[in-house]
């Protein structure tokens, strides 16, 4: 009932369990175990997807992740569509849905394969040659023609709504891949008590003997004693079993990345779980058992669908009870093919021939055929293919014979050139390569990393001196990790040895038709031997040119062969070409597992101040300001940000308004040594500021430009209340223990930032101070006892202050620190206590214009990095008298101290209701020729509610000497005139102060 | 209207009473708390824990209790305090009045403390901290300055499944859905 291709029995799947699923819309049943591909193979399916450029059928070629055609895309519903995914490691669910991908309208009648009639059209480097002339073309022509051309499967439009999770993990050992070397190197680690992670791709571990009928390990058949060890291994409380997880990526220092799919398999997984895990592990040793990866022959169509791997079918019929064809050809180059024809024979097909490329196969496998009864054809190379979706003839010809080929009937062609030691994770670890002349094959060499690999990714392929080599390696790595070492252990097995033996490069006396080398990026080999005649040595740009093993699948089936073809061409020995770099991921990572739960409201911090939850009840508008959310405005019904603002900028200069500036950054300064350090930190003097008094400090960098301002108070002689901008206060932080910890180390001062400790209520307007009056305790408000810039400490509404007298406004203001908790209390007593006065709450827009209307720069807005103190008018802030302070020096360079800087000017515009654009550039001469001098720029711009008319702060080259003159701002259709004024608006005698 | 010194609003107010118990690991949000930050060279320090009844960790990244007080060592001249609210003001009085340069700063607002407890808690902060959280790398009384996704916290292994986290209030709400995002899984 789950395919005519099935088996009557055997196999790892579970008979009791079929599963209906649906392949582009025909519905199919499989059983649980089964990949998609056994499933669509247990139906007959074989043509599964169509060729990247060529959009020939193709096939299911491999049984793992190295597949590089059947890539199918799943959609589970809801936004949850993946693309690309290789049905041999797609495991079936219930409702499974998968469809192929590349093809238009359907995989069985596809439009663009008229591409493969015009396949010459499409030779090496095709891109780099057609798409050259006219230069004018670019955009418009071959830009869109290759985008829509470009690309595998389709990306989802919808946002993805499953979760992500990501895990950092340490441990002593970590194994990557369970077939019997990682399994033994698993075990020899944990007994010595080692925290051990093994991982392994597939769904259970395993590996290779997940596919084994007739080895035995310590008496027990291979899969039986693999499942039993896993068990054990992962019934252990410091060693961690992770199937269907992925080692993608090795980082420095032994960091390796996992990719664990965790729910895809389930039928209805629980919303709880994420769906995949990004895994991080930093692992003190690691065992790399990555296996080994068969080869497919380069002969002219090889692609058809029904040419596979060889181990491929035998893992087909021994793992999962499929037989992949009833007639089956055999292609090989060692023992696989035979191990496979007798695994085919075993579920029941028959084999028309083995052709096998060595002059003199023997073996245990060879006699097994032999005995078989299977016809072998030695010294025998598969010429070629025919059939359409699938493939219905093999032909065969005797190497160094005559031209005659035999041509056999088959619905399945099985192939094998030998296998590539998988030692992608050791390269990527930065170990150097070694090509082994007897093997045929680059094994792991020097280890740059603290890895070693056993088994088959090492060149060992026998099981039994994989399972040594694989217990040695655990221990090695154990002991290497300080965990001691385990007992010697052998482990006991029988079974045949199968005998090496491969073939690199293009099949010899093949005809006429594409050998593809690389079956994602249709890469043939004459493809390969153009690039070499084009004058491509290396390696690394044959691979560019013609894009061989640049896929998703990043060569896995492929590398080899194309580096054996262009050695060939060269003919320069194979280590001579080279190698191209491994790199990560092994196997594509989705975007989903890298992100992890960074989405939504865990993509960043949103930072909220004590009193956000009042101002959001109360219809504030917010701005992000860093990560902070500050209220900009608040509306009251009907108004727009215009109205708003205009109306909270008079209520403070007419009566009284209110600001959250709890984001200010505030830095408590103490020790014997703080007004040393401050006056090394900034331009200002504070060696003689009173205990009890506020200063203006302005902050350099090293290069002289202004990098950050705030008031200062000082609570005592060794104590310091620093304020910085909302956003500088990580950086102003850094900046100060950077030099007390590295310059200033005779320091006796300590900082601690104390930016949460306190919400921060500016109270600002004449009628300021009558507000607070009834709610302060223990302070003198009067203008004598607390004069403009000053500080006292005491308490507001029962809660302890440090109440500030200062103003960013121009008017009389306070400002209320109390301990953040109490922050709302105290913002609504004063919003009660100011009720009768007009008081009003105000946002940072109308912040912005009542200090712009004073001229007061806010660093970041009027300064870009670039601007120094001379510049923005703020000479007036640097202690003359100072003897050294950061920056000090830098004001006197060349170029600091040269005419024709840019200097802080203000803008009235002729025509006063216009409202310049922050950014706009200013020129002396509006007829000039385009492009114009340009002599400065806006800084800030706003109306002013104050004035009934439009203001503007500029940076203008020598402004300042050019007060009272005429500017121009060009803008797309005109030009507004502007006349240079000092950059106070308001009240420009500062009376408004004192209320 | 509410007398405002007795209305607080704590940072994990509403969040914190939304959390589930699980059986793999409870998250719950920490009454307020008195925190001094103690800066000062160590025979400084010495003296001043010697006034105050705490004898301070002398291993570095190592914590001290005493009673409902404890006082973490989180570098060579950095000590946070942490004792109850009540004691908070003595503790800072009794601090700041030991001779020697020193930094004594109240900090008790500037963080919220959580606690994340039970046999998966080292899971779920495993889903965001990158430290090595097993017994023998990280054993109880250890604590340190460290990050848990993108937020700065103090983390301090209280007992061998509990955890204490000291967070700046605004990054607060962010640790929380963290962990409760790290917790979910465990539920099942």
């Known amino acids: 009932m789950s395919g005519a291709f099935r088996t009557a029995s055997g196999g790892r799947i579970d008979r009791t369990q079929p599963i209906l699923f649906g392949f582009d819309g025909r519905a199919m049943t499989g059983f649980r175990g089964d990949t998609l591909a056994s499933a669509l193979l247990a139906n007959g399916v074989h043509l599964v997807g169509r060729s990247f450029k060529y959009h020939r059928p193709r096939g299911i ?44 309208p359907s995989l069985d009648f596809d439009i663009g394969a008229v591409n493969n009639l015009f396949s010459p059209l499409f030779s090496a480097g095709f891109y780099y040659k057609t798409f050259m002339w006219p230069a004018s073309f670019w955009k418009h022509v071959y830009e869109p023609l290759i985008r829509s051309a470009a690309g595998l499967g389709r990306a989802p439009t919808e946002p993805d709504p499953d979760r992500y999770l990501h895990r950092y993990a340490h441990c002593d050992v970590l194994v990557i891949g369970a077939g019997p070397a990682g399994l033994a190197a698993a075990l020899a680690a944990a007994e010595t008590g080692a925290r051990v992670i093994l991982c392994d791709e597939q769904s259970e571990p395993g590996g290779s003997l997940l596919a084994e009928t007739e080895a035995r390990i310590e008496g027990r058949p291979a899969a039986e004693w693999a499942a039993g060890v896993a068990r054990a291994l992962a019934g252990q409380d410091r060693v961690t079993v992770l199937p269907r997880t992925t080692a993608f990526g090795w980082f420095p220092d032994n960091l390796i990345g996992l990719a664990e799919r965790v729910t895809d398999h389930q039928d209805r997984p629980d919303p709880r779980l994420p769906r995949e895990r990004l895994w991080q592990v930093r692992a003190r040793e690691v065992v790399i058992a990555a296996g080994a990866i068969e080869r497919p022959l380069v002969f002219p169509g090889n692609d058809r669908p029904g040419v596979m791997l060889a181990d491929a079918g035998r893992i087909y019929a021994n793992r999962y009870g499929v037989r992949v064809g009833d007639r089956a050809v055999i292609a090989t180059a060692g023992d696989s093919g035979y191990r496979a024809a007798l695994a085919l024979l075993g579920a029941g097909a028959t084999i028309a ?161 594409k050998a593809f080398v690389d079956f994602q990026n249709d890469v043939t080999a004459k493809d390969l031997q153009l690039a070499t005649r084009e004058g491509f040595r290396s390696i690394e740009h044959v691979k560019r040119y013609t894009t061989t093993g640049m896929a998703t699948d990043q060569g ?207 109270v600002q307007g004449p009628r300021a101070r009558e507000i607070i009056a009834p709610l302060v305790e223990g302070i003198d408000l009067s203008p004598a006892a607390m004069p403009h810039m000053s500080v006292q400490t005491g308490q507001i509404c029962g809660v302890a202050t440090r109440l500030f007298r200062v103003s960013f406004t121009g008017e009389l203001g306070f400002e209320i620190n109390v301990p953040a908790d109490h922050g709302r209390a105290v913002w609504e007593a004063v919003l009660q206590a100011g009720a009768a006065y007009g008081i009003v709450p105000y946002g940072t827009e109308a912040m912005h214009v009542l200090r712009a209307e004073k001229g007061y720069i ?138 | 209207m509410a007398d405002p010194a007795a209305a607080r609003v704590h940072p994990l107010a509403v969040l914190g009473a939304g959390s589930m118990p699980g059986a793999g690991a409870t998250l719950r949000a920490l009454p307020p708390a008195c925190r001094i930050s103690l800066r000062a060279d160590p025979q400084v320090a010495a003296a001043i824990a010697a006034a105050i009844g705490l004898p301070l960790p002398e291993a570095m990244c190592r914590a001290n209790v005493l009673g409902a007080r404890a006082a973490l060592r989180l570098g060579p001249d950095e000590w946070l305090l942490i004792g109850p609210e009540a004691a908070g003001e003595s503790l800072a009085r ?95």
């Open chain 1, 61 to 104: 070629v491999a049984a793992g992740s190295e597949e590089p055609n059947a890539l199918v895309t799943v959609d589970r519903g809801g936004g949850r569509l993946t693309p690309n995914l290789r049905a041999t490691q797609l495991e079936l669910r219930r409702d499974l849905k998968a469809t192929s991908q590349n093809r238009f």
């Open chain 2, 94 to 188: 009794v601090a700041m009045a030991v001779p020697g340069p020193a930094s004594v700063v109240d900090v008790s607002h500037r963080s919220t403390a959580l606690e994340i407890a039970g046999p998966r808690a080292v899971a779920v902060l495993g889903a965001f901290c990158a430290l090595d959280l097993d017994a023998a790398a990280f054993p109880v009384g250890m604590c340190t300055r460290t990050l848990l996704g993108k937020a700065e916290i103090v983390l301090w292994r209280s007992a061998a499944e509990c955890f204490r986290i000291e967070v700046w209030r605004s990054f607060a709400p962010y640790v929380w859905n963290c962990l409760e995002e790290g917790r979910l899984e465990f539920f099942i």
């Open chain 1, 353 to 513: 021939a083995i052709a096998d490329l060595r002059e003199d196969p023997a073996g245990a496998a060879v006699e097994a055929a032999r005995q078989a009864g299977i016809a072998i054809r030695p010294g025998t190379a598969i010429a070629g293919s025919r059939g359409g979706h699938r493939v219905t003839e093999a032909s065969l010809r005797r190497i160094g014979g005559s031209d005659r080929v035999e041509r056999l009937d088959c619905d399945v062609l099985l192939m094998s050139g030998g296998f590539t030691p998988a030692v992608h994770m050791f390269s990527q670890s930065r170990g150097r390569l070694r090509f082994d002349a007897a093997l045929q094959a680059f094994l792991p060499g020097k280890s740059a990393a603290r890895e070693r690999s056993a088994g088959a990714c090492n060149g060992r392929f026998d099981l039994e001196g994989c399972l040594d080599e694989g217990f040695t390696a655990g221990a090695a790595a154990a002991k290497a990790a300080g965990c001691g070492s385990p007992r010697t252990r052998r482990f006991a097995r029988a079974g045949a040895v199968p005998a090496p033996g491969g073939f690199l490069g293009a099949v010899p006396g093949t005809g006429k038709g």
């Open chain 1, 556 to 762: 896995k089936t492929s590398n080899m062969n194309a580096l054996a073809i262009v050695a060939g061409a060269l003919d320069r020995p194979i280590p001579e070409v080279g190698l191209t770099t491994f790199r990560m991921p092994y196997t594509p990572v989705t975007f989903g597992t890298i992100a992890g739960a960074s989405r939504g409201m865990l993509f960043d911090p949103l930072r909220h101040t004590p009193i956000h939850d009042w101002a959001s009840e109360h219809g504030a508008v917010f701005e992000d300001v860093g990560n902070w959310k500050r209220a900009r405005y608040f509306p009251r019904s009907g108004e727009d940000m215009h109205q708003a603002v205009a109306r909270e900028c008079t209520a403070v200069r007419m009566a009284a308004g209110m600001f959250d500036a709890s984001t200010l950054g505030k830095i408590e300064v103490v020790g014997p040594d703080a007004a040393t350090f401050l006056e090394r930190m900034y331009t200002n003097a504070w060696a003689r500021l009173a205990p009890g008094r506020l200063r203006y400090g302005l902050m350099l960098n090293e290069a002289g430009f202004i990098m950050d301002d705030g008031v200062i108070a000082r609570l005592a002689p060794d104590r310091f209340h620093v304020t910085t901008t909302t956003g500088g206060a990580p950086g102003v932080l850094n900046h100060m223990e950077d030099y007390l910890q590295t310059e200033f180390t005779d320091l006796k001062v300590w900082l601690t930032s104390i930016t949460e400790q306190y919400a921060v209520i500016a």
């Open chain 1, 858 to 995: 806010i660093v970041g807005q009027e300064t870009d990095g670039t601007v120094t103190p001379a510049d923005a008018g703020l000479d007036w802030a640097i202690g003359k008298a100072k003897k050294d302070f950061v920056g000090k020096r830098s004001l006197s360079r060349p170029d600091i101290v040269a005419p024709g800087r840019k200097q802080l000017v203000g803008l009235l515009t002729h025509s006063p209701q216009e409202v310049l654009e922050e950014g706009a550039q200013l020129v002396a001469d509006p007829h000039a020729e385009i492009p114009m001098r340009m002599i400065g720029h806006v800084t800030s711009s706003y109306h002013s509610a104050a004035l009934g008319r439009s203001i503007a702060l500029a940076l203008v080259a020598d402004g300042r000497s050019l007060l009272g003159q005429t500017l121009y701002v060009p803008m797309p259709d005109r030009m507004i005139a502007v006349t240079l004024v000092a950059p106070v608006f308001y009240d420009q005698e500062g009376r408004r102060l004192d209320g």
